[in-house]
């Protein structure tokens, strides 16, 4: 089982490290004191824009350490225009994956997520509707949000114990959530700024130029921003796919992380969903 360190974090440090500073500035500088808590709050402001960064909470982008496997993820499906030939290319080059789902996606599409499952690929929770702001949000609506994505995956008989937060942006409220929800928060390490497969063209080229062993690619369960882009976005996961089963070792999820990343169930009904 994955565990959630104890230690402090970043945010927790610095901000130990800023109120010293303002100790010191007190007897030395006095006009200088608010300047390490405007650094504090300017870096409490940034960090959570940069997915890699524990700052907040422990954070997963990359593969335990020594690890030379590459893992392949992809976020914000299931998409039922896209999913089928996902899985059909990913069997092709014998590819394992891990699935970051929105919950109400997957609850308005329970055939794919068993496809999912069927094809020996993991999911992971991505929250319910992939609200930009989630972070903003209160504690108790963060919880609500996560809990309800887990009922639904719960429902066709999985039970994630990854989250991964939309467009990889953390806070000071979730750390909490996620161990009232037994999750561990999961973001990557290499992407290729598609923009929600809005911007495709040179995809697999701008994976393949920065891969590094041990990444965490994420890419993106999205149909092409623009229809003419379609078999464009195709041509560059086939390209992409091939590429990583001749020149790397692609592992599953659970392998990279040395610990279970999912838990199955039997499958019930779901609760709590409108």
Known sequence: MLRISDKLC???????????????CLILAPALVPLPSFVFLFLCFVAPFFPGTSF????ISRAQAGTEGIVLTFDDGPSPAVMPILLELLAHYRL?????????KAAAHPELIQQIL???HSIGNHSWEHDYF????TARKIQEDLHTTQEVLAGYGVRPLLFRPPVGITGPRLQKVLEQENLC????????????NRNIAGLSEKIINKLHPGDIIMLHDLPAFQEEDRELLYRE???????LAEKHRV?????ALQAPVMLQEKARSPSGVC
């Not at 970043?10 to 010191?24: D, N, Q, S, V, W």
């Not at 394992?96 to 789902?101: E, G, Q, R, S």
């Not at 290499?190 to 923009?195: E, G, T, Y």
């Not at 592992?251 to 392998?255: D, G, L, Q, R, V």
């Open 10 to 24: 970043k945010g927790e440090k610095i901000g130990i490290i800023a109120l010293l500073a303002a100790l010191l």
């Open 56 to 59: 907040f909470l422990p954070i």
């Open 96 to 104: 394992p994956a891990t699935f970051f789902v929105i919950g109400k």
């Open 118 to 120: 069927a094809a020996g």
């Open 134 to 137: 989630l972070m903003l949000r």
């Open 185 to 196: 928060a999961v973001n990557y390490s290499c992407r290729a700024l598609d923009r929600g």
């Open 237 to 243: 996961f086939e390209r992409l796919f091939k590429w």
């Open 251 to 255: 592992i599953p999820m659970a392998e």
